[in-house]
C-alpha cells in the first residue's frame, strides 16, 4: 500500500478490494484552523468555499490523498474506500465532521442536490420510532443492497456515507458486494430483460415529481458489467419484469460474498456507484436507539 506521511493506509480487514484510510492526530488537528474559516450556511451557501477545505485537507498530504483516493474508486478491482480519524477526540465534533466530509467529497468530484435535503448534501437519523415512506429510516428493516441515484436524471457516479453519531445501537452493519464477487452476476447480465428499459419512480419524501427510464445492467467501457438497482423503486411493466426483479432481489440478498462491515463514528465509507451494492442490516430493538448519517452523492471531476 502507498505511503503517505500523517495517514495509516491499509486493506481494510474485512475485503482486500476496500482500502482503510485512517487520518493521524497531527493531520485533524492541523485542519481545524482552516476548517474554522467557513461556517456550515457559507459552505452551503457559497460551493466554492468546499473547493477550499478539499485543498486545504489534501495540502496535509503534499496532494497525494486527492491522487490515491481517486485511484481506488477509479479502479474496479478496489472501489471502495473507508476514510475516517484513527482517534476521535472532542475536537471532532458533527460540524467538523460535515466539513471533512465535505473536503472529501470535493478531492473526488462534484456532488449532486440532494432533493430530500434540499442542498448538496443530507444529514439524517434512523431511531426507533419511524413515519417515514422509505427504507432509508426504517430501523428494524433490512436495507437491501441497491446502487443510489436509480431514480434521479443526474448521474451517481459515486456516494459517501458518514457515520456522524450513535447512540444504543446493535446490528445496523454496512453490507457490500462488489459485482465481480456476486456469484449470480453472469447468469442474471446475460438475461436480455436486465438490459430492457426499466421504470423508476420514487416515494413522496425524495421529493422527486419526475419518473426515469433506464435498463438494470450496462457495460463499462472496457465492457464489464454495471448495476443501476434498487428494490423499491423501480415500476415493473409486466409479468416477465416483476419475476427478474424478483430474482435479482433474490440472487442478492442470499449472496454469501457480501462484506460485512461495522462503520466506526466519524468514519466515511466512499463506493464507486457502478460496481459495488450497499445496504444495511437491520438493527437489534431499542427504544433509545439512535444513529445520524450524511450522504453525498455525486459524479466525478471532469
Ligand atoms: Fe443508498
Same mark, same amino acid.
Given at each position: 500500500m502507498e505511503k503517505i506521511q500523517g495517514f495509516d493506509i491499509l486493506k481494510h480487514e474485512k475485503s482486500k478490494r476496500i482500502v482503510s484510510i485512517k487520518i493521524q492526530d497531527e493531520i485533524l488537528e492541523k485542519l481545524i484552523f482552516p476548517f474554522n474559516k467557513f461556517d456550515i450556511t457559507t459552505l452551503e451557501y457559497k460551493p466554492f468555499t468546499r473547493f477550499t477545505i478539499a485543498k486545504n485537507l489534501d495540502d496535509l498530504s503534499d496532494n497525494k490523498l486527492s491522487k490515491l483516493m481517486n485511484s481506488i474508486i477509479k479502479d474496479r478491482e478496489t472501489g471502495c474506500f473507508i476514510i475516517g480519524p484513527k482517534k476521535?477526540?472532542?475536537k471532532i465534533d458533527d460540524i467538523f465532521l460535515v466539513k471533512l466530509s465535505t473536503a472529501i467529497a470535493h478531492l473526488i468530484g462534484i456532488p449532486n442536490y440532494d432533493s430530500m435535503a434540499g442542498k448538496y448534501y443530507a444529514r439524517f437519523y434512523v431511531k426507533h420510532e419511524d413515519r %417515514? *415512506?422509505?427504507?432509508?429510516?426504517k430501523a428494524y428493516k433490512n436495507m437491501d443492497l441497491h446502487t443510489d441515484g436509480t431514480y434521479v436524471k443526474e448521474i451517481t457516479d459515486w456516494l459517501l456515507m458518514t457515520k456522524i453519531e450513535e447512540k444504543n445501537a446493535e446490528g445496523g452493519e454496512t453490507t457490500m458486494l462488489h459485482l465481480d464477487n456476486w456469484e449470480h452476476c453472469k447468469d442474471l447480465f446475460n438475461n436480455p430483460i436486465g438490459k430492457q428499459n426499466f421504470i423508476w419512480g420514487s416515494p413522496k419524501s425524495k421529493n422527486i415529481e419526475y419518473k426515469v427510464e433506464h435498463p438494470i445492467f450496462s457495460l463499462d467501457k472496457k465492457r464489464r458489467p454495471q448495476i443501476s438497482y434498487i428494490d423499491q423503486f423501480p415500476e415493473p411493466k409486466n409479468m416477465d419484469q416483476g419475476i427478474?426483479?424478483?430474482?435479482? %432481489? *433474490?440472487?442478492?440478498?442470499?449472496?454469501k460474498n457480501k462484506t460485512i462491515i461495522k462503520l466506526s463514528v466519524g468514519s466515511s465509507i466512499i463506493a464507486n456507484n457502478y460496481f459495488w451494492l450497499h445496504g444495511r442490516k437491520s438493527f437489534k430493538e431499542n427504544k433509545n436507539l439512535s444513529r445520524e448519517l450524511l450522504r453525498i452523492r455525486g459524479k466525478f471531476l471532469q
Open positions: 476521535i477526540t472532542s %417515514s *415512506d422509505s427504507y432509508l429510516r427478474f426483479l424478483q430474482k435479482l %432481489s *433474490d440472487g442478492l440478498e442470499e449472496s
